[in-house]
Nanobody, 121 residues
Framework: QVQLVESGGGLVQSGGSLRLSCTVS????????VGWVRQAPGKERETVSC????????TYADSVKGRFTSSRESAGNAVYLQMNRLTPEDTGVYYC??????????????WGQGTRVIVSS
């Protein structure tokens, strides 16, 4: 059974940092795509980062480049999102999502329950 469980969200002041974790089970991180997708209030879902299992690359949304870093711990089946220099625009629910069918971040077919991030000004 595929599962993704996020943790690490919370309240932080503008300019601060948070590290989100996603523990996965039921599939391996090698050759599969896992991304971080956020849902901000009143906005469409946005993929902030995604590891492409086909070419081993990680892409970032322009809005987070230089501030967010995604990493993986293959042996431990965990994915992390280090978020630095947070702004109120980063507020939202952050989901860990997997693309197991295509492995290229094109279509997520498994989702975690989400973890809420609130950045105060």
């Amino acid at each position: 059974q595929v599962q993704l469980v996020e943790s690490g969200g919370g309240l932080v002041q503008s300019g601060g940092s948070l590290r989100l974790s996603c523990t996965v089970s039921g599939f391996g991180l090698d050759y599969n795509a896992v991304g971080w997708v956020r849902q901000a209030p009143g906005k469409e879902r946005e993929t902030v980062s995604c590891f492409n299992g086909l070419d081993d690359t990680t892409t970032y949304a322009d809005s987070v480049k230089g501030r967010f870093t995604s990493s993986r711990e293959s042996a431990g089946n965990a994915v992390y999102l280090q978020m630095n220099r947070l702004t109120p625009e980063d507020t939202g629910v952050y989901y860990c999502a997997a693309d197991l069918a295509y492995s290229d971040c094109s279509e997520y077919d498994n989702w975690g329950q989400g973890t809420r991030v609130i950045v105060s000004s």
